[in-house]
Structures are given as C-alpha cells and as structure tokens.
C-alpha cells in the first residue's frame, strides 16, 4: 500500500519562505512524476508543480520563479517557496504517479498572513 506523508506547513509572514517535503512508502518502485497540487477554500485543486523522474519540471505561472520543486531521491519531492504572498495560502497535497495508479497525500496546511 503506497502512501504520501508531507510535511512542512505553517504559517508564514507574506514575502516569508516554507519548505514542503514528500515521502512515498511502501513501495521500491521509483513513481514517474511527483507533484503538488494546492486547494484553497471554496476553489478548484490545482496544479503547483511538478517533476518527473527525468527531472523535467513544470510550474503554475503564478508560482514561477518563486518556488522550485526537487526530488531528493525517487520517491521524495521538496517544494522551495519563497516570496510567499496571501494568495498562497491553501491545502497543499503531493501527488504521486506510477504507471496508471495515481497517490495523493493528506494536505499539509500553508498559511500566508499580510
């Protein structure tokens, strides 16, 4: 049974930093991509970023060039976030791909205050 735990989350000060981590278990399989995806009150999930086994990485434009994602090895992802605003503030979820199954954490809480 695969499962995501993140950690990482908190409140920060706006124009502050935050560092998500992502760690898949039970499995040695390497999952093709990794991802976060983020969900604030009464609005859509959506895409944050995500990387491939390659290393190929894809960003939000609302996100880019504030915060970067890594993969430590093949199954842990990191996300970087600097200059963090109001806006930011959401439930952030990791989200794991291996072949056809997909994998979601549990939501870690990210809170921006002005």
């Known amino acids: 049974q695969v499962q995501l735990v993140e950690s990482g989350g908190g409140l920060v000060q706006a124009g502050g930093s935050l560092r998500l981590s992502c760690a898949a278990s039970?499995?040695?399989?390497?999952?093709?991509?990794m991802g976060w995806y983020r969900q604030a009150p009464g609005r859509q999930r959506e895409l944050v970023a995500t990387?491939?086994?390659?290393?190929?990485t894809n960003y939000a434009d609302s996100v880019k060039e504030r915060f970067t994602i890594s993969r430590d090895n093949k199954n842990t992802v990191d996300l970087q976030m600097n200059s963090l605003k109001p806006e930011d503030t959401a439930m952030y979820y990791c989200?794991?791909?291996?072949?056809?199954?997909?994998?979601w954490g549990q939501g870690t809480q990210v809170t921006v205050s002005s």
């Open positions: 990387i491939s086994r390659s290393g190929t």
């Open positions: 039970g499995t040695t399989d390497s999952m093709n991509v």
């Open positions: 989200k794991a791909v291996r072949s056809f199954d997909q994998y």
